[in-house]
């Protein structure tokens, strides 16, 4: 089942992609919207997750997500390429999109996620329980050990931030901020037809 669902995400075209990527997060937020109602006892407990502390969220979160992106691309350049193959469902997804358009749709994949597995599970369940979760959840990195453990550290870290903070908007800003830079160099990789080696892409800003 695994096999026939991964052959069918790989057939599609980038346009696909998007739009089940669009279907995902919507249903990711409506389930957080749903368990938030569920489990807060009040509006007032759920918008206390909110602190619009904006030198928190630009410092702390941009901080983390500037470390992230930094192992990133130095695991990039000590493993074999291989390790980080995902069919090339990302590529694809960020082809030929504007920058506004990547700016979007990682503000919504960081928004949507957070909302649900830091500000509705980890709440209630545990940052350990929303970490596994998180990682199990993006289904084509299982068979991949690296993606998937790479996967499961970010979701940890993005949870002790969570916790040390009880700011749900920095983890937010960090999510979104590591998906926009590598949706942006993964954007220009494909329009000037490099891959994750080419030097010039490496050292474009």
């Not at 026939?4 to 089940?20: A, C, G, T, Y």
């Not at 928190?56 to 390790?83: K, N, R, T």
């Not at 960081?110 to 329980?129: D, H, P, S």
Request: net charge negative.
């Amino acid at each position: 089942m695994m096999d026939i669902r991964k052959k069918s995400i790989e057939d599609m075209n980038p346009k696909e992609i998007r739009l089940n990527l669009y279907i995902t997060q919507v249903i990711v937020i409506c389930m957080g919207i749903l368990l938030a109602y569920i489990f807060f006892p009040s509006m007032d407990t759920f918008l206390s997750l909110w602190n619009w502390d904006f030198s928190s969220i630009f410092f702390i979160g941009g901080g983390v997500a500037c470390i992230i992106v930094l192992l990133d691309y130095i695991a990039m350049h000590l493993f074999p390429e291989s390790w980080f193959d995902d069919g090339g469902i990302n590529n694809r997804m960020f082809q030929g999109m504007s920058v506004i358009h990547v700016l979007v749709v990682t503000l919504l994949i960081g928004t949507a996620e957070e909302f649900l597995f830091r500000g509705v599970i980890q709440t209630y369940f545990g940052l350990i329980f929303a970490s596994v979760v998180f990682a199990v959840l993006h289904i084509r990195y299982i068979t991949k050990p690296f993606l998937f453990c790479f996967v499961l550290l970010i979701s940890i870290v993005f949870g002790y931030v969570f916790q040390y903070t009880g700011n749900l908007l920095i983890t937010i800003f960090a999510h979104f901020l590591v998906d926009f830079i590598m949706g942006l160099q993964l954007r220009n990789q494909m329009k000037d037809g490099g891959d994750r080696d080419d030097d010039e892409a490496d050292n474009r800003v």
